[in-house]
């Protein structure tokens, strides 16, 4: 069973593996270090049995929450961690539209986002160099606490 819950400072080094394993452009322990702690900042975690299989990082920045990262580790992805962060993450201040941003080609992730309820609200060109694409701008703005 998957359970989620705030990210601890013995959670960063796993977590910085996900990301390692699962993005071109993931995090590094100093990454995830230097946003741990701050005040409008939110680190939660997926776990199943104990083991973390994902993560979220999320800022909140005036009127709008922002997705800066979610992983979800290969062998665990379809089985609702994603979905179950993301609830978590809009719960916090649920009145605050979501933003982010992700690979046009990723298309897994755009996929989630689009059935989680995110709409295409823009196109950053040539965002991302490694390897070169472009970065879909999302925002979710019926921001109840829960979707999916």
Do not use: Q
Not at 10 to 33: C, K, L, M
Not at 84 to 108: G, Q, T
Not at 109 to 138: H, I, S, W
């Amino acid at each position: 069973m998957i359970e989620i819950s705030r990210m601890t400072e013995s959670d960063i080094p796993t977590a910085a593996e996900i990301s390692r394993r699962n993005s071109p452009d993931p995090w590094t322990e100093s990454t995830f270090v230097s946003f741990f702690g701050k005040s409008l900042t939110a680190f939660l975690v997926a776990k199943e049995d104990g083991k973390l299989c994902g993560f979220l990082i999320g800022s909140m920045i005036g009127e709008y929450k922002s997705v800066e990262i979610l992983a979800v580790d290969l062998p665990y992805r379809r089985k609702g961690a994603a979905t179950m962060l993301m609830n978590s993450f809009a719960k916090l201040s649920p009145n605050l539209p979501i933003s982010l941003e992700v690979r046009k080609h990723n298309a897994a992730a755009v996929a989630f986002y689009e059935k989680y309820g995110f709409t295409k609200c823009a196109v950053r060109k040539k965002m991302y160099n490694d390897p070169p694409d472009d970065g879909l701008v999302y925002i979710y703005e019926k921001n109840t606490g829960s979707n999916l």
